[in-house]
């Protein structure tokens, strides 16, 4: 399976439309989500509508709901969307979605439509999170339908989905081993899901350049994506998952990564360092010497300017292994 993990427990978020104006909202003192609620304000993903109110306890529609996850995680480009009968280019929301299906990470429901005034059931959520996270959704989770006692309730079409999820540990379920998908979901739930992704586990799989000031892991599983780490950043984990392809990674001054596991080409650049690097693909470049390279399998790299692996003598200053 491809893990890509975003650190979820799957209750998702809200975007609120328009204005780039970071509010308070009045509503959220004292509410089980603050403090989800009060971070997903601070980082900009909700936008205030001029009532000073997030109405945390209704439910989020799925333009909301698909702005947010587009702000989240900095998805840019636009898509054709003539082939859809229930958007027009004057509505607020036809942004949102050119920019979701040019991700990849939204393609409809039946019919020519994209739902953008439909509540947003957890069992949608489930399926759309499943695949801007690269979830394996092919792989056997069949075993897992006994531990659910509602998956009766789930579609056919997002069965895959809802057991990929419950098999990373995304979907924790309501209690009493249910999973609910066909409860519509609340912007609490919404926003407590996309801030443990934030803060947890960030992984890319869809083109973009992408920002990142703090994570325990960062995880790369497509191509043509650029994260940038920002200046005295600390993070445990890089990965660059097998089959990606034109990955670039940007350190600026202070960043850290302590482990890099680079199962795909990448160049690795800037000012920032790597304490152990775990090198198994070809194609892969690193500006500064990290603490510790293995080359695994036979490979080869570009550490520090020179080219080190099988037959090929490692600078004198490095702890290069093979």
């Not at 379920?173 to 586990?201: F, K």
């Amino acid at each position: 399976m491809n893990k890509i993990k975003m650190g979820l427990a799957l209750a998702l978020t809200f975007c609120m439309l328009l204005s780039s104006t970071v509010f308070a909202a009045d509503d959220i003192s004292g509410h089980w989500a603050q403090a989800s609620l009060s971070q997903a304000i601070e980082n900009g993903w909700v936008r205030d509508e001029g009532v000073g109110l997030f109405r945390p306890d209704d439910f989020i529609t799925r333009a909301e709901f698909i702005g947010m996850v587009n702000r989240m995680m900095g998805f840019e480009g636009s898509a054709d969307l003539s082939e859809f009968s229930d958007v027009s280019e004057s509505d607020w929301f036809y942004e949102t979605f050119s920019i979701a299906v040019a991700a990849g990470y939204v393609s409809g429901y039946g019919g020519g439509k994209l739902g953008p005034n439909e509540l947003m059931t957890r069992t949608y959520a489930f399926v759309i999170f499943a695949r801007f996270m690269g979830l394996d959704i092919d792989e056997d989770n069949t075993a897992l339908v006994s531990g659910i006692n509602d998956f009766n309730t789930v579609p056919y079409w997002a069965e895959n989905s809802v057991l990929a999820l419950v098999a990373e540990g995304f979907v924790n379920g309501t209690g009493g081993g249910n999973i609910s998908g066909q409860r519509n979901l609340t912007r609490a739930e919404a926003a407590t899901l996309l801030v443990r992704n934030y803060n947890d586990v960030k992984a890319f799989v869809f083109a973009g350049h992408y920002f990142m000031s703090d994570a325990s892991s960062v995880t790369i599983g497509g191509d043509g994506i650029t994260v940038e780490i920002a200046a005295d950043a600390e993070i445990d984990m890089l990965t660059v998952e097998s089959g990606s392809a034109n990955v670039r990674v940007i350190m600026d001054e202070g960043s850290a990564f302590n482990f890099a596991n680079l199962r795909g080409p990448a160049n690795i650049f800037g000012e920032g360092t790597i304490g152990t690097a775990n090198i198994t693909s070809q194609g892969v470049v690193i500006a500064a010497v990290p603490g510790a390279v293995n080359l695994i399998g036979g490979v080869s790299a570009v550490i520090g300017g020179q080219t080190v692996g099988a037959g090929i003598p490692a600078p004198a200053s490095d702890n290069l292994s093979r």
